[in-house]
């Protein structure tokens, strides 16, 4: 799903990352652990292709996508990969079900399925009394949850968390971790998150830690005890 080769970013003398070489197979869930600091934000940006790498080769399923134009990178991104940020990033002035929608209208995809679609996640997410409204009349767990709905509104192969439980207290925290190992289950989707967060290092697949640039060590686990 993701074969990531060498990858180098510089931001002007700071190295950020030094050479990371990453795989990641369809329907594993990676997290990424390390000190603040050691390039994990900057390696997810690279993987998402929402910032390019100095040198070194990403594949998203095979496709080199730094042979694509900025415009069909964008197309591209919008189609097949989710982002779930710290920080939610709903945009304040639209509703819940608005937000949703957005990724769809992107795509130029039709108004009315795109509304149905953004209704059925919000029903999967509990989230149907809330889709009218506004992210600040909402919980922290709750404005979370509608942006995985946004993340999965174009149906991606994979989604890209950046501390997804980092400002979650520990109830909502535990609820979207086990969230997002349900859309793995039904839904085959990958996932690469980096977390602080020890439990969910723990129940993913693999934990990928990072330190200045480079990747330290990679801790497989065996998950056939864990049905
Ligand atoms: N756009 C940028 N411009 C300059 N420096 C940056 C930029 N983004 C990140 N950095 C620096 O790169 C280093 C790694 O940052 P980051 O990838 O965010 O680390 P992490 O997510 O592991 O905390 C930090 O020293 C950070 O200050
Ligand atoms: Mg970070």
Same mark, same amino acid.
């Given at each position: ?9 510089? @931001? ?11 795989? %990641? ?54 189609? *097949? ?5 710290? @920080? *939610? ?43 009218? *409204? ?52 039904? @839904?085959?989707?990958?996932? %690469? ?35």
């Amino acid at each position: 799903m993701i074969e990531a080769t060498g990858i180098t970013k510089n @931001f002007g003398e700071l190295k950020v990352l030094k050479g990371v070489d990453l795989s %990641v197979r369809q329907a594993e869930v990676v997290s990424i652990v390390g000190p603040s600091g050691a390039g994990k934000t900057t390696l997810l940006q690279i993987l998402g292709t929402l910032d390019k790498a100095d040198s070194g080769q990403v594949l998203l399923k095979g496709k080199d996508i730094s042979k694509l134009s900025p415009k069909a990178l964008a197309a591209y991104r919008n189609e *097949h990969i989710g982002f779930i940020f710290q @920080f *939610h990033q709903l945009l304040p002035e639209f509703t819940a079900l608005e937000n949703v929608m957005i990724p769809g209208l992107i795509a130029r995809k039709r108004e009315r399925e795109t509304k149905e679609r953004s209704k059925e996640l919000l029903a999967y997410l509990n989230l149907s009394e809330r889709a009218h *409204h506004k992210p600040n009349e909402l919980s922290g767990g709750e404005k979370q949850r509608v942006a995985v709905a946004r993340a999965l509104l174009n149906n991606p192969d994979l989604i890209l968390a950046d501390e997804p439980s980092g400002s979650l207290d520990s109830k909502n925290k535990e609820e979207l971790h086990k969230l997002l190992f349900d859309l793995r289950d039904k @839904f085959g989707l990958t996932i %690469v998150i980096v977390t602080h967060d020890n439990e969910l290092a723990q129940l993913s697949d693999r934990r990928i830690r990072m330190k200045d640039g480079i990747v330290l060590q990679e801790t497989k686990e065996n998950h056939s005890f864990f049905p």
